[in-house]
């Protein structure tokens, strides 16, 4: 493994990134802009942290691993080339290997206005090909600003079609998930995994929460808000998605290692994702770009 001081160290640009070791000595990137600041892990391509005018955006867990081969509870993991658990053998690692895989940061750029930009990659090894048998190039954006913009593009450098499913798993930081509401998913499909995959609607309201909550809605390009009483609301676009999953364990969670000791009020998952009938088929040589752009504002 190279450490961040190496392998990003290059790409370090004064007062806009920095690379060096993070938490639990995992190499990481910090970036600067303007009215933000993020901290990239590169195991999974982890955005950690994004806060905005001195909100924090994103939540993590206090209790979350950093360390080798196990995913970040909480920031934004990259799921890839399966979402939940793998379709066909349930041996393999729930929500693939992108978010396990240490990534390398291939480009740092700062935008004319003030924004900051890392470009990071992860094609295929042995490693992942013991998982998944394809060659292919993953190159994700991360753009730091008053916005946070994140963009997935998938290259298929194998000679063959492949199918995959992916997501954007990002935990956005709230005062209470038991106050809070999220619009834009209203007459919407969804499988409820916690009612075996059961296929529902969403009536014309807006989604409240009130007990443990896993839901993929299928076929919705929209973008969500969420609506906080008190840290304000955050706006979730993208493009490239065909499905929204919206999830928080509640107090199962105070069973999980990494998300323990009371913290599930803290957050909801709502992530810009392709999963279920939304898989994406790829040509050989072609490339299919996800993006979501998470816009807090009060
Ligand atoms: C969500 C899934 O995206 O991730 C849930 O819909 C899953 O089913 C959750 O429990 C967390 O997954 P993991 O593997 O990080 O514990």
């Known amino acids: 493994m190279q450490s961040g001081s ?3 160290g290059r790409f370090e640009i004064p007062g806009a990134v920095s690379c060096g070791a993070g938490e639990g000595g995992l190499p990481c990137a910090r970036l600067t802009a303007a009215e933000a600041e ?5 195991l999974g391509a982890t955005v950690t942290r994004y806060d905005a005018g001195g909100r924090k955006v994103l939540f993590c867990s206090e209790t979350s691993k950093f360390a080798s081969g196990k995913a970040i509870r909480g920031g934004v993991p990259v799921i890839f ?3 939940g658990p793998h379709p066909t053998d349930a041996a393999l690692p729930q929500h693939g290997f992108a978010r396990t895989s240490e990534w ?4 740092a750029r700062r935008t ?6 890392v470009v990071l990659e992860l094609t295929a090894s042995d490693a992942t090909r013991a998982l998944w048998p394809h060659d292919f190039l993953l190159r994700y954006t991360v753009s730091v600003g008053s916005r946070l913009m994140l963009t ?3 290259v298929n450098r194998s000679g063959e079609p492949f199918q995959f499913t992916e997501a954007f798993h990002t935990y956005l930081a709230v005062s209470d998930v038991r106050n809070i509401r999220i619009t834009g998913l209203e007459n919407t499909e969804y499988a409820d995994k916690v009612a075996g995959m059961a296929r529902k609607r969403l009536p014309h309201a807006p989604l409240t929460l009130f007990g443990e909550t896993d839901r993929v809605f299928v076929n919705t390009a929209a973008a969500c808000t969420l609506h906080d009483p008190e840290y304000g609301d955050i706006h979730v676009s993208k493009s490239g998605s065909r499905s929204t999953v919206v999830w928080n364990p509640w107090d199962k969670a105070d069973s999980m290692a990494d998300l323990g000791g009371g913290q599930w009020p803290g957050f909801v998952c709502i992530e810009t994702a392709n999963a279920l009938e939304n898989a994406v088929t790829l040509a050989a040589g072609a490339s299919h770009r996800m993006t979501a752009i998470i816009d807090p504002h009060e």
């Open 112 to 117: 004319g206005d003030g924004d900051v930009v």
């Open 104 to 107: 390398l940061v291939t480009e």
């Open 81 to 83: 080339p399966w979402f």
């Open 38 to 42: 993020a901290e990239i892990c590169l």
């Open 6 to 8: 190496t392998q990003g």
């Open 152 to 154: 997935l593009e998938v």
